[in-house]
């Protein structure tokens, strides 16, 4: 079931002069992992802000096309509204962190949404244990550690208890280490059905754990499908996307003539082909 549609969106900055979005079209099923990559500039981000409705409520601009989120169309719902739906974490974690507290950060969404107090305590609860951040709840976030920083947004987000969560590079900023337990954070909340939209250009990191990936470029969308075929295609190698390392070593045996059976996206699935290939050939 769809869950996200997005339609023959265009989207132009104030005082833009060329289109930020040219004819976007995407759909998301309910409880999949999707992974948006391209170069920069290609529009990934702008295409978050209209998901989650900071497109056209607070940046202006001129949009066409739509975006639904369970049957709504975002562009003509209040933000408050939309914030039930689609939760956002942004790039750098400072964007979106404004309270003194851990603790008053992740109460600050459902307090905004006038929830009764005890369900707002429940709320963060839940998200400071789900992410392992109830030690942290009296730290003050500009204290905190990078990652910290980033899960605490996350805690945020969930707190607001959406259907949809939306990231736009959150490991950007991240060590190696703290991104590779970033993203194994999403693909927990994601098997427990929750839709993932990453942004992300770590793809050695998150590739493997996606249903589709979309390929964007000068605002479009230029290949959208399964991971392994998206990864390895041309389009992708044309754009300069850094791949995962096994897609790379895919390529250069498939130019020596080695062809193993379909692209791998982590070293274990490159592993397997590998033995698969040798296997099939002559003794």
């Not at 851990?102 to 107090?117: H, Q, S, T």
């Not at 990936?213 to 990864?231: D, F, K």
Request: hydrophobic share 40%; glycine share 8%.
């Amino acid at each position: 079931m769809e869950q996200v549609v997005v339609e023959d969106l265009w989207y132009t900055y104030p005082g833009g002069l060329e289109p930020a979005l040219r004819g976007v079209n995407l759909r998301v099923s309910r409880g999949s992992f999707t992974l948006i990559t391209g170069p920069s500039g290609c529009g990934k981000t702008t295409l978050c802000r209209c998901l989650n409705g900071l497109i056209p409520h607070f940046y202006g601009g001129i949009l066409k096309g739509r975006v639904v989120v369970e049957g709504l169309e975002v562009a003509s719902r209040p933000t408050h509204e939309v914030a039930k739906l689609v939760g956002m974490v942004f790039q750098e974690p400072e964007d979106q962190l404004i309270q003194l507290t851990v603790e008053r950060e992740v109460a600050f969404g459902p307090e905004n949404l006038g929830l009764p107090r005890s369900e707002v305590r429940d709320r963060v609860e839940e998200a400071l244990t789900a992410l392992r951040l109830s030690h942290l709840r009296d730290k003050a976030p500009f204290e905190l550690s990078g990652g910290e920083q980033q899960k605490v947004a996350l805690a945020a987000a969930l707190a607001l208890k959406p259907s949809v969560l939306v990231l736009d590079e959150p490991t950007s900023n991240l060590d190696p280490a703290s991104a590779a337990e970033f993203i194994k954070l999403l693909v927990d909340l994601n098997r427990e059905g929750l839709t993932v939209i990453l942004v992300e250009h770590r793809l050695d990191l998150a590739a493997r754990y996606s249903d589709q990936a979309v390929l964007m470029s000068e605002g479009r969308i230029v290949l959208m499908g399964p991971p392994e075929e998206v990864l390895a295609s041309d389009e992708a190698l044309r754009l300069g996307v850094a791949v995962p390392k096994a897609v790379e070593l895919y390529r250069e045996l498939s130019a020596r003539g080695l062809r193993l059976p379909h692209p791998p996206l982590d070293p274990e699935e490159l592993a397997r082909g590998l033995v698969e290939l040798l296997e099939r050939r002559p003794r």
